[in-house]
């Protein structure tokens, strides 16, 4: 056990400390502000104070863990040890920042609550983060301090021991729309054949009805791919289901149809099934908790997944809309315009609400790569994409992270827009499940005694 010494016991630093030691570091801790007790305990400890007290391992702390509310805060970042750092401190014997403070920022998504430009859809837009606009959205940094933190323990008290995690790797994908002319109905069909007429798109009109009368395969049937690839290679997955009643950006099978049913029940046979809130319910917890009980009588079970249709998350809202529904886990950590790592740390982490000042049992599980991104907003070539996919599987891997991926079914259809794509999510389900020891590169390096003059220098 390591025994913490703090002037103010807070929510905000009780969250932190239990999200990296427990969580991450796997080591058993107790807080404490009799500066008595902990100046004669002997075994290993730490303070996060404004100065040391003995001979402990110091960590300078700023105001944040100690403050209430949202305030603007003032942040400039460095670089150290070919890493991202910010709430510098002068006097640590540590490390020359606020190591606990910047994770809480990031994990919290505390810039979230503030005053942003949103995009079209309403979201925080990923341009206006942190991450992104100092060049380390790419890269878990979080996961890399609390690896500082761990070997500066070690250092110091190499009596402690540390529970190891692993690396893993989650395939997701979302079901938008099951099938691309098949269970629409009678108006949808029709609808579909007079936009394609007056498109002229005759090859769209000459595809749909082979498909219809059962001559063609419908292109976003895919499935039987997707448990090739589940069989071969052992994989974890889950299945995102929109429920949602029909509208402009909801646009999947009314849930009466008995095909549209047996196709969950189907693949909930290899995989987790989980909800997709659609772009409707965002606005609507009735909504949201219909299209969950919808889920749920299918499968006959009680869904406990989920992830935001359009990625719609709003801080903290959504976030609470699905915990009084009985939702255990969320998925929707992630952007659409960019790769990356969105709270900077790529395992799964209690959620924190900065309004309540309360730590959630709903568990967020960031996701780093997201197929539409590359494509649409990043407009990467399918030649080119395994060289933007493969680095954020390697920082995953190498700080013993999760790596999240998302596909859709209809993106694997080898047709069209997506042609050879298919061959790309086969191709970073290999990588991402080859073994540890292969390939990885030296990215994280281990951290040095702090200059005495570095932050005169940064």
């Not at 502000?33 to 104070?49: Q, V």
């Not at 079901?175 to 629409?184: F, G, L, T, V």
């Not at 609808?191 to 419908?218: H, P």
Request: aromatic share 14%; net charge neutral; hydrophobic share 40%.
């Amino acid at each position: 056990m390591i025994l913490i010494y703090t002037h103010k016991i807070t929510k905000r630093n009780k969250y932190v400390f239990n999200l990296i030691f427990k969580d991450v570091l796997g080591v058993d801790f107790q807080l404490t502000t009799d500066e008595a007790s902990f100046i004669n305990h002997k075994g290993a400890k730490l303070s996060y104070t404004n100065t040391p007290l003995c001979d402990e391992l110091f960590f300078n702390s700023r105001n944040l863990l100690f403050e209430t509310g949202i305030n603007e805060q003032n942040i400039s970042v460095f670089d150290f040890e070919g890493n991202k750092i910010f709430y510098a401190t002068e006097k640590s014997s540590s490390l020359p920042f606020d190591v606990f403070a910047a994770s809480f920022y990031l994990i919290t998504r505390y810039e979230e609550y503030l005053p942003h430009i949103r995009d079209a859809h309403n979201r925080f837009a990923a341009e206006e983060s942190l991450a992104f606009k100092n060049g380390f959205l790419q890269k878990p940094v979080v996961n890399t301090w609390i690896i500082w933190v761990k070997e500066l323990i070690i250092n110091k008290y190499p009596e402690v021991v540390f529970k190891e995690k692993k690396y893993e790797f989650v395939s997701t994908i979302d079901i938008d729309n099951a099938y691309a002319y098949r269970e629409k109905g009678f108006t949808r069909s029709l609808g579909g054949y007079l936009k394609s007429a007056l498109n002229f798109d005759f090859a769209e009109i000459a595809e749909r009805t082979r498909v219809l009368l059962g001559i063609q395969k419908d292109p976003y049937d895919t499935y039987d791919f997707q448990l090739e690839i589940i069989k071969k290679y052992k994989l974890k997955n889950i299945y995102f289901f929109l429920l949602g009643d029909y509208g402009v950006n909801d646009k999947n099978l009314p849930i009466e149809s008995r095909k549209f049913q047996s196709l969950i029940k189907m693949l909930s046979d290899y995989s987790q099934i989980a909800i997709h809130p659609s772009y409707g319910s965002n606005t609507s917890k009735e909504q949201l908790k219909k299209e969950v009980n919808r889920l749920s009588k299918v499968v006959h079970c009680e869904i406990t997944k989920s992830r935001q249709h359009f990625l719609k998350l709003t801080l903290p809202e959504t976030y609470r809309n699905l915990i009084d529904l009985d939702i255990t886990d969320d998925y929707t950590m992630g952007y659409a315009s960019q790769i990356g790592f969105r709270a900077s740390f790529c395992n799964q982490f209690n959620f924190y609400d900065l309004d309540m000042e309360l730590e959630t049992k709903l568990k967020i599980h960031p996701f780093a790569i997201m197929e539409g991104t590359l494509k649409y907003y990043m407009k990467i070539q399918r030649e080119d994409a395994m060289q933007k996919i493969k680095p954020l599987i390697d920082e995953a891997r190498a700080v013993n992270g999760c790596f999240i991926s998302l596909w859709h079914n209809d993106t694997l259809s080898n047709q069209k827009t997506w042609l050879g794509w298919h061959a790309i999510y086969e191709e970073m389900v290999k990588y991402a499940m080859e073994p540890s020891s292969q390939g990885i590169p030296d990215i994280i390096k281990p951290v040095k005694p702090m200059p005495a003059n570095w932050l005169a220098n940064a």
